[in-house]
């Protein structure tokens, strides 16, 4: 998994409770993303970072909020988590801005709300 | 709206035969298509990346195929073996140096003894 970790791996949280995921990469590259993956659908892009402390919205961020305060880290927090958050949860990484090079995914975090 | 499809959703073989699965996309302006598997309870890893301007690609067992024209891709497994039992997944990429990446639903392949 190209160096990057994902903690936890699993977890099952109540509805209204905050959720924070952590995304840890060894491979020191610049551009780092959340996805969540649901059935029925491709994966789809919650936010990304371009930098320390550079971060934007992909195309499902309702719900959640991101922070990158190292190069290696990059932290996925639901302020109030709710069932329709259940998910698969992604983090990747590149070294390449845009989508012209690879992304190197981490093994997934599963969230049950309950 | 952005979109790619893939099919089958699901292929059971036997393993030694081969298989090719399909991807069809409307992204545009294209950029470059990936081919992605993904093992049960695993991340995606990349098999193939390929530009505008390849018709073909290979990766040991896997050949990606692409026509730009039709906008179509096919990804093609020869002798397969158990350990290629996965999700197969096509993303297509809209523009260079945008972030946006559409991918397919999968096709699952089980291959069987």
């Known amino acids: 998994d190209a160096g990057i970790t994902q903690s936890p791996r699993h977890k099952v949280t109540e509805t209204g409770t905050p959720v924070t995921l952590r995304c840890h990469q060894t491979e020191n590259h610049r551009y780092m993303y959340w996805y969540r993956q649901d059935p029925g659908h491709g994966l789809r892009l919650i936010h990304y970072?371009?930098?320390?402390?550079?971060?934007d919205k992909g195309e499902v961020s309702d719900g959640y909020s991101v922070s990158r305060s190292k190069t290696e880290d990059f932290l996925l927090t639901l302020e109030s988590a709710t069932s329709s958050q259940t998910s698969v949860y992604f983090c990747a990484i590149s070294d390449v801005p845009g989508t012209g090079g690879e992304q190197y995914f981490g093994p997934g975090t599963r969230l049950t709300v309950t | 709206k952005n979109q790619v499809e893939q099919s089958p959703q699901s292929l059971i073989i036997l393993e030694g035969k081969n298989c090719t699965l399909q991807c069809n996309y409307t992204v545009s302006p294209f950029s470059n298509l990936r081919w992605y598997k993904q093992d049960t309870g695993r991340g995606p890893v990349s098999l193939t990346i390929m530009t505008f301007s390849e018709n073909t690609k290979s990766n040991g067992r896997y050949t990606a195929t692409l026509d730009a024209d039709t906008k179509q891709s096919s990804l093609h497994i020869t002798a397969s073996q158990l350990s290629d039992s996965a999700s197969y997944i096509c993303v297509v990429s809209a523009e260079r140096g945008g972030n946006k990446l559409t991918f397919g639903t999968g096709t699952q392949l089980k291959v069987e003894l």
């Open positions: 970072s371009y930098g320390v402390k550079d971060t």
